[in-house]
């Protein structure tokens, strides 16, 4: 046998499995639900019994596809999927006080339109997030590198913001999906590819910050601070390694967190908030990430 070839392998693959069990005669053996084999079971693979099977997978899943595409590392973009861009947060507060001058003494749509021109007036970071990511990208993915990939929740808003710029010099990015009771689905500037679905949030989670370099936080909700807030514990605790936390739009951030409290509480170190720093900008935040690792 020459060094090329390949040696046969003896045994039949799992989809060669599949396909000929396909074959087999209709009987009521082969009608039972117990002689399907158990990987192509779809009941069965569903079971209770079987989530950590599931779990297993959906970390593996994209741990393959990612390695298969080459991906070195990621810099993390979260914020919120309910901030816009700005023509969409215009026609959003327009509609707002169209209704609310239809009723001018509804209290509920009053309070619509000062949400909505709140919104507006963040839609700025939509484009902060976009900007960011066609600078981290364009100084990342040259020469077929797939170094600094930005990586997203891949929704609406900031999330597709994120995946946008990327998108706009024609490189990769990721967005990790998740299953909800409501209507969602990826945006469409993700990579194909590298577009991924989840029903365990844990797991999803830690497909964020695997291969993470740095993690940019934009204005957002709960979901924007239940990750904010996991991975400085994670970098106190000294479960992982440092990198970047940046928080974009320090007003924002400001009046949203007091930090200072938790340490005048006794809750936290003083040194604890050295973790991340703040930003007000694509620039400060590409800057911040360059003196970090002496780019």
Not at 102 to 117: F, G, P, Q, Y
Request: glycine share 4%; aromatic share 8%; proline share 5%.
């Amino acid at each position: 046998m020459k060094k090329s070839d390949k040696p046969e392998n003896m045994f039949p693959t799992a989809k060669e499995d599949v396909s000929a069990s396909k074959l087999m005669p209709d009987t009521p053996q082969t009608r039972s639900e117990s002689y399907r084999l158990a990987y192509s079971d779809e009941d069965f693979m569903l079971r209770e019994e079987l989530r950590p099977v599931r779990l297993q997978l959906e970390l593996l899943k994209p741990e393959l596809l990612q390695k298969e595409n080459n991906i070195l590392s990621t810099i993390v973009i979260f914020g919120s999927a309910r901030i816009p861009d700005y023509e969409t947060a215009v026609q959003r507060l327009k509609k707002a006080e169209a209704l609310a001058e239809s009723d001018i003494t509804n209290e509920t749509l009053a309070r619509k339109v000062k949400i909505a021109k709140s919104i507006l007036e963040k839609s700025r970071y939509y484009d902060e997030a976009r900007e960011l990511a066609r600078l981290i990208t364009l100084n990342s993915q040259q020469d077929e590198k797939c170094d600094h990939v930005v990586i997203t929740g891949g929704g609406p808003g900031i999330m597709e913001a994120a995946n946008r710029g990327a998108n706009d010099v024609g490189g990769k990015s990721i967005g990790l999906n998740i299953v909800l009771p409501f209507e969602q689905e990826p945006n469409p500037y993700i990579t194909p590819e590298l577009c991924f679905q989840f029903h365990y949030f844990a797991i999803r989670k830690m497909h964020f910050l695997k291969r993470a370099r740095a993690l940019i936080v934009c204005p957002g909700g709960f979901g924007t601070l239940d990750e904010l807030f996991e991975t400085l514990t994670l970098i106190q605790t000294k479960k992982i390694k440092p990198f970047p936390i940046l928080l974009l739009g320090s007003k924002y951030w400001h009046r949203v967190i007091n930090f200072d409290v938790l340490v005048e509480e006794g809750t936290v170190d003083e040194s604890d908030l050295d973790i991340f720093e703040y930003v007000d900008s694509a620039e400060q935040a590409m800057t911040a990430i360059r003196e970090f690792y002496d780019l």
